[in-house]
């Protein structure tokens, strides 16, 4: 483990910056932060989903590299070693890492690319990637927390009162950081949740790329294929001919 944390804090001068936008959700855990992803990704086109590496064991109907890419400590720490992270983490016991090749792949597919990663990793990449955007959710009042908690253990048929006492307390703390996010987000309706949700990520695009995008299409120093077209349809010369 010391190894870990001694790599954890070398320098790190690779990290590339992507083309997309890059959104970065934490939640403390129960909070429905997979819930929300599922359905925003259902309605919105264009968002490619980083699968994290783990050294944690699956839990009920997960599976190896559809929620996550379940791995053992030692490989863990090879890919720490190889700098192959942009961010990693210890929570609750366990290493969560996210794969730089998750940039990449987004950028190769000309998608934005969503991180779900706790507030330990949303730090990291908030530090090498200031322009990622960072939402924080949270549930409304801890006695939700603690039911949706209980609610998904039972389902799981794991519950364990220690495990949901550890991941309440740790929301607590967790919570300090959300002044950190530049969006944060009460998931209580989860309608309503999902919504607000989408809006960021339509907002975030129209400020990042699609409005302005948009605007550099139709100006005349540029002259997009369908001005030359058009002005080619009555005669006049393309802006490339003229004086
Ligand atoms: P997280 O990914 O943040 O750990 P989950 O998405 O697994 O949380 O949600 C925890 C539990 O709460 C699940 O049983 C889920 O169905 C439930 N849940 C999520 N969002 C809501 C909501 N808005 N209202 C009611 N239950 C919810
Ligand atoms: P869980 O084990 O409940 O799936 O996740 C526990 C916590 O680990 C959650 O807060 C989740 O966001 C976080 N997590 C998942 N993947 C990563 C990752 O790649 N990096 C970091 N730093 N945290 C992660």
Redesign the pocket.
Known sequence: MGTLFAEKRSGDARTKLMAGILFII??P?GSG?STLVSQLRTLVEGLDFSI???T?APRGSEENGREYHFTTCDEFQRMVKAGEFL???E??GNF???ARAALSHAESQGKDLLL???V??AQQVIERLPEAVSIFILPPNPETLQKRLRNRSQAEKMTDEDVIERRLSQARNELQQIWKYKYALVNDVLDNAVDEMRAIVLSERGLNGGIAKMAKSCRTDIASQRLDAALRSFGVASAGSAQ
Request: hydrophobic share 30%; net charge negative.
């Open positions: 934490s939640a855990s932060k994290s590496y783990t944690r961010e990693w983490a929570v609750f969560y890492g996210t779900d990663i706790d330990q990793g």
